[in-house]
């Protein structure tokens, strides 16, 4: 699904050069369950920046599902985020103003579908996260852990390749934030590509293969068993 071949970001910072990442090969084949690790200025955020079409490289290579998206424009960036990669951000990203079924349904404005297609989608997704009773609520109106399960059906609704978490517990208690991963394992079991960003080794935990970035470059690649 991913292939990662020499990519690197180098950011101009006043008179010295800032190597984000800095020749990273990585391969990610579909339904995998994979955590991205690392210490502050690792470089775990540039990566995920990059895999999520949200940022380009400056050299090196990225395809996703045969794709070169490492030379693509903004436009077409933005066509493979919409359609491919569903997002989850530590700080739920939701418009205050919209109910639950309007917050998810957002992704298939901007795809353009029917009315009827996004009602089925959004319908499918809600119940994939357990919230259907709360659909016509505003995000005031629920917990954090509630927020984040929409934000993660708003991730799933488009059917994406790929569901791009980063630091998907960081605003959660410790009761809600194993209920949100348990969200993710069965996703996982059910056919997901789940790739989370995170500096916990109790979530990182979940995942079954760990990738450790050290100084822009990966230190460590492992796999376990399921």
């Avoid at 933005?78 to 990669?85: D, S, T």
């Amino acid at each position: 699904m991913i292939a990662i071949r020499e990519l690197r970001k180098i950011y101009q910072v006043g008179h010295s050069e800032v190597r984000a990442l800095d020749g990273v090969d990585i391969d990610i084949a579909a339904n995998e369950y994979i955590a991205i690790m690392g210490p502050s200025g690792s470089g775990k955020s540039t990566l995920m920046n990059l895999i999520g079409c949200l940022d380009t490289p400056t050299s090196g290579s990225y395809e996703l599902n045969g794709k070169r998206v490492s030379a693509m424009s903004d436009d077409d960036l933005a066509r493979i985020r919409n359609a491919e990669i569903g997002f989850v951000f530590q700080t739920f990203n939701l418009l205050p103003r919209a109910d639950v079924y309007h917050n998810v349904e957002l992704p298939l404005v901007y795809a353009g579908m029917s009315a009827s297609e996004r009602a089925r989608h959004v319908e499918e997704a809600v119940a994939a996260v357990q919230l259907t009773d709360r659909v016509r609520h505003r995000p005031n109106e629920l917990s954090g852990g509630q927020r984040q399960r929409v934000a993660i059906a708003r991730a799933l609704v488009n059917r994406p390749s790929i569901l791009l978490a980063d630091e998907p517990t960081g605003n959660l208690d410790t009761r809600t934030s194993q209920e949100i991963m348990e969200i993710f394992d069965r996703l996982h079991t059910e056919g997901q590509t789940v790739i989370l960003v995170t500096h916990e080794a109790d979530i990182a935990s979940h995942a079954r293969r760990r990738i450790r970035l050290l100084d822009g470059r990966v230190e460590e690649d492992t796999s376990r068993a399921a």
